[in-house]
């Protein structure tokens, strides 16, 4: 059959579509030709890029300079936090007590105050009444302040928000005597002084050349925060709530006349031999009982193994023996993360991770201490429980069931307060009559009151 011309051309045309038909599907898979430039990064997937370096940040770490011990268990973990976060680096460094406050101060003058540091419960409310603390809630998982015990948790948090995270808590004073000396005077080693008239016979009796009845706080600032649980044992602060008024009454006047009495009877020494929180002259023999805080165990532990089977442990005895009654304050030590911090997001992770992370970091801390301090968590608590070392030792339950649960608070009222009652009981054991040097304090405190407008600065009100 003849093809016509017509008929050839439709034929061409038909052939052409197919091709661009063709042509066009093999483009759908990627390959098509363009005539625009090559675009080396189609098709790429996004997720193949490599990721944005997150920013490594330096953190300064302020610390307290405490015991040898727990200052190596600082570093050790510090370390183990820089190896295993490649992040956040942690500078950490260790300030001597009597350089901390000028240090503290000059730095926050100048704007570069550390973003970390360690503070004591009781300074936690007046520093974010001036505006000096970060508060923590939304930096932090709400489950680490659920694992906390609830009168602890109260020591880090003012008006519902956290400002600290807490590493342990530790009574201010505990009763040590030497088994071996109580024998030798006629006391029966297996019952301690309850009261302020047992301890004071007992003094007496121990006391002999070469050797002082007691270790007991010694200067105007030692009085003045190592009986915040004895000025308790009367119901009440020093100034009342409303922070309008001083409250010492004859509660305050005999703990007065008990410093003086202890000192009039030379059953302490006149010149202390060492500060109150060391043990030294406990451990060699100097004294026959020492008034320490829970602390004082883990430094004979570590200093004094010689004489520990001779050591006695008891709670501080009160005014009348009445074991319900406090005659210890709960004091201890926070992180916080300083109002200014320029990262406080990775500030915030390492407080979690150290204080609020593993419980195995602090049960390492109550090990390094000799079991000396009290956990402020549920879950570190749950663990030493089970933990061989820590189930074995009787001073750690004694102090957690018999001088703990009646223990207070540290003080959240200025230094200058307390520092006044201190100052009366250092003026008693000079020779003051302990009425004349109640009175001295009184108004003292009063006019403190008055010209520093305290109710205005109470951060609770």
């Known amino acids: 059959m003849k093809v016509t011309k017509g008929v050839k051309v439709l034929s061409v045309m038909l052939i052409f579509v ?49 015991e040898d011990s727990t200052d190596a ?3 050790k973990w510090v370390d183990e936090f820089n190896k295993t976060h490649e992040n956040i680096t942690i500078k950490h460094t260790v300030v001597p007590g009597d350089a901390w406050e000028q240090k503290m101060k000059s730095a926050q003058a100048a704007g570069n105050a550390p973003q970390i540091y360690t503070k004591n419960y009781g300074g936690i409310a007046p520093a974010v009444s001036e505006n ?43 009763l040590y005597y030497r088994k071996d000396f109580f024998t030798e005077v006629g006391l029966d080693p297996e019952k301690p002084p309850t ?3 047992e301890l004071i016979e007992a003094g007496k009796k121990l006391t002999k050349d070469g050797r002082y009845g007691l270790h007991i706080a010694n200067n105007a600032p030692e009085y003045s925060w190592t009986t915040w649980g004895l000025q308790m044992n009367g119901g009440h602060r020093a100034i009342s709530d409303d922070w309008s008024k001083a409250t ?21 020494p006149k010149q202390a031999l060492t500060g109150y929180t060391d043990m030294l002259d406990f451990g060699q023999g100097q004294v026959a009982m020492a008034v320490n805080g829970s602390w004082g165990m883990g430094q004979l532990r570590n200093d004094y193994p010689e004489i520990l089977d001779n050591v006695g442990v008891a709670p501080m005895p009160g005014p009348d023996g009445d074991a319900s009654k ?52 549920k879950s570190v608590d749950e663990a030493l429980n089970v933990d061989p070392d820590a189930m074995k030792d009787p001073v750690r339950k004694m102090i957690a069931e018999q001088v ?26 000079a020779g003051q009559d302990p009425q004349a040097a109640l009175d001295q304090a009184i108004a003292e405190i009063n006019d403190f009151i008055q010209k520093n407008d305290l109710p205005s600065k109470n951060p609770l009100k």
Request: charged content about 20%.
């Open 248 to 268: 010492l009454d004859e509660g305050y006047k005999n703990l007065i006349a008990f410093y003086k009495t202890l000192y009039d009877e030379k059953i302490v």
């Open 404 to 429: 703990i649960p009646v223990s207070v608070s540290e003080p959240i009222y200025p230094w200058d307060v307390s520092i006044k009652i201190g100052e009366a009981i250092e003026r008693a054991v």
């Open 18 to 66: 197919m091709v661009i038909s063709i042509l066009a599907a093999c483009g759908g898979n990627g390959n098509n030709i363009s005539s625009e430039p090559e675009n080396k990064n189609a098709g790429k997937n996004e997720i193949d890029e490599p990721a944005a370096a997150e920013e490594k940040v330096t953190i300064d770490f302020w610390q307290n300079k405490f």
């Open 73 to 75: 268990w600082f570093k």
């Open 326 to 377: 406090p005659t210890a304050s709960l004091g201890g030590w926070s992180l916080v993360i300083d109002a200014k911090a320029k990262n406080p997001q990775q500030a915030a992770d390492f407080v979690s991770w150290f204080f609020a992370g593993d419980p195995a970091i602090m049960i390492d801390f109550f090990k390094t201490t000799g079991f000396s301090k009290f956990a402020a968590r």
């Open 195 to 197: 009261s302020w008239t």
């Open 132 to 174: 000096q603390l970060l508060a923590l809630d939304e930096y932090m998982d709400p489950s680490i302040w659920a694992d906390l015990y609830d009168n602890i948790n109260e020591f880090v948090s003012v008006k519902g928000k956290h400002y600290g995270y807490p590493q342990l808590v530790e009574p201010s004073a505990v």
